[in-house]
């Protein structure tokens, strides 16, 4: 059975706020008067207000042990009525009559054969595509409110969503058998008696992911997708089924060891390890793929690296030879005319100093 909480079926929360409590269960005068007309008593009143209040939020009738105490003393303080006062749920005609006149009031329509004609058909339609028993159920709580019918039990909806998904897996699951030829079942089916020499079944092969980007795993899984391929034409044993589904098969028979597949009925068995293997090789393409690039980005890296240890040592001996041929420059010159040069431009600096200094003596008063 699946869990309640793990679907959208409207339910009391385990704890409402003050705020909450005001917005959503909080009788108009409008509705206490409507109450007070139709009950005689103030403990069929404060059932009626219930009733209304949560089918206005749900969209359905709780149970009476549903109601939180919280909100059963909400709504009788809401309209005055005496402390103390209990709802008194009736059975019956009573409580039938009670239904009804909330109906009439919200505008509800209360058929639960259509709901559940529904519910099945909407179910049915998403199964083929959707595999998780809560998805199911949402699905079909919003075709059943969008219709503006009162929703059906949950355990109603639980139970039609186990069988419906039953039979449109078992269906598919039919379709992948029928769509293999008897060698590729049967080659299927040996991975779960021949063993490898860890001593592990072939079948665990299909689960293996892909090691380190090493040139000896990229090898090795290059020859694990031959392998695989080998299984036989997986995109064809998958056609027609939605990928979501292909991925839950194949995680179910991920989960499981050869000794569990074996207490599957054939057609089932031979179905989520046709799955398995049609992952496995989109995994290990997928692998082979990442591992490749990892590898490129690897040697691009050790690439770079010496190429900046081969720029370094070019630049040193580029420095290197600057400096020697500066040296023999040097000594090629000694005497030439850049010496020459040299030499008339100290003389006339020489000359152009003792200029000045004749220009101060001259210039400076004498004492």
Known sequence: MTS???TAYPRFKRLITAHELYLFFAPTREEAAWAAERMDSDGHQLALLLALKSYQRMGRFPKPDEYPEMVVDFVRR???LPEGTAPLWETGRTAERQRTEVRRRVGATYDQAEARRIGEGSIRKEAAAKNRPADLINIALEKVVGAGLE????STLDAMASTVRKEVNSSICTGIHDRMSAVERARLLRLLEERDADGTT???RLKKSAQSPTWSHFKRLITHLDWVDALGDTEVWMDGVASRKVTDFAGEADAADASELKAYVPVKRVALMACLAHKSRMRVRDEL???FCKRIATKAKKAKEELEK???AEREMTEALIGNYRSVLKDI?????AQAALAKAAEMTAEAVAALGRFFRITSPTR
């Open 289 to 291: 793929a990442l591992m």
């Open 333 to 337: 010159d000694d005497g030439g005319p």
């Open 202 to 204: 072939q079948y665990n």
């Open 151 to 154: 929703l059906p039990a949950f």
């Open 78 to 80: 809401a309209v005055e």
């Open 310 to 312: 081969i720029r370094l």
């Open 4 to 6: 309640i909480e793990r």
